[in-house]
């Protein structure tokens, strides 16, 4: 990861991410979009998700997307 920084619209969407599996099983889409309206625009959001999954910064698993936190999808052990 290192040799590929994170853009700043990648940075907002993976702290998002890792901020809401912190709580949840994972974080959907629509999730994602909707909670960062404010800040980027659904086109970013879209763009940055799939610059992110290439990185193997995330990682998705049906739905659900996962920040990698020491090459592991992150979920929180006091999750729902």
């Known amino acids: 990861m290192a040799a590929n920084p994170m853009t700043p ?10 901020f809401w599996c912190h709580g949840s099983a ?4 629509a999730e ?3 909670w960062l309206a404010d800040h980027l625009p659904e086109a970013d959001v879209y ?9 193997n910064a995330v990682d998705r698993v049906g739905e ?3 920040p990698i936190v020491n090459g592991k999808p992150y979920q929180s052990a006091d999750k729902d």
């Open 9 to 18: 619209q990648e940075a907002v969407v993976w702290n998002f991410i890792i």
């Open 32 to 34: 994602i979009t909707e």
């Open 26 to 29: 994972g974080a959907r889409l």
């Open 47 to 55: 763009i940055a998700i799939a610059s992110l999954t290439s990185k």
């Open 64 to 66: 659900l997307y996962f």
